[in-house]
């Protein structure tokens, strides 16, 4: 069973709703999450932003979240995922944001990813940073994201 499968079965149980706010990955996590027969009973939607303006005008993330840490940051993603949980009236919110590759982006190398879920009870961010990075070029850690917030989404 993928980690997807285990996902939405998990948020069937549960009897719980999940969006995402995706930008490095542009689409796959709901594309992951939305492959599982069922899936329409949890999902309710996703955005992608990928531009940075985007991130506050559709994610909710804050000007000032933007303006002082950037859109590669554990504090944008942390935004990203509470904005879409509220925006898109879900139980959950994930966010995906960081560099895919294979050029840096705004002084941070390829594979510096950021992931967060937010639920009522607060938001959980894990990063990929310095030796920590992402490996592999781009599909590579585009793929690695997706596998990093559905596990951190697994554990909330």
């Known amino acids: 069973m993928s980690s997807a499968e285990e996902v939405v079965r998990g948020l069937i149980d549960r009897g719980r709703s999940v969006a995402a706010a995706e930008s490095l990955t542009g689409g ?3 594309a992951a999450l939305t492959s599982v027969p069922g899936a ?3 999902v309710r939607g996703g955005v992608v932003v990928y531009a940075t303006e985007l991130k506050a ?3 909710g993330v804050p000007p000032s979240v933007l303006d002082a ?3 590669v940051a554990a504090s944008t993603a942390a935004a990203m995922a509470a904005g ?3 925006r898109l009236g879900a139980d959950i919110g994930l966010a995906t944001t960081g560099v895919a590759g294979p050029d840096p982006q ?3 190398p390829p594979g ?3 992931v967060a879920v937010a639920t009522a009870d607060g938001v959980r961010v894990r990063s990929f940073t310095g030796a920590d990075a992402l490996p592999g ?3 590579e850690v585009r793929a690695a994201t997706v596998e990093a917030v559905l596990a951190l989404l697994s554990e909330v």
């Open 40 to 42: 329409s009973a949890v």
């Open 69 to 71: 840490d950037g859109p």
């Open 137 to 139: 070029g781009r599909d």
């Open 106 to 108: 705004d002084g941070h």
């Open 57 to 59: 005008s559709l994610a």
């Open 28 to 30: 796959l996590v709901c």
């Open 112 to 114: 510096t990813v950021h």
């Open 84 to 86: 879409v949980r509220s």
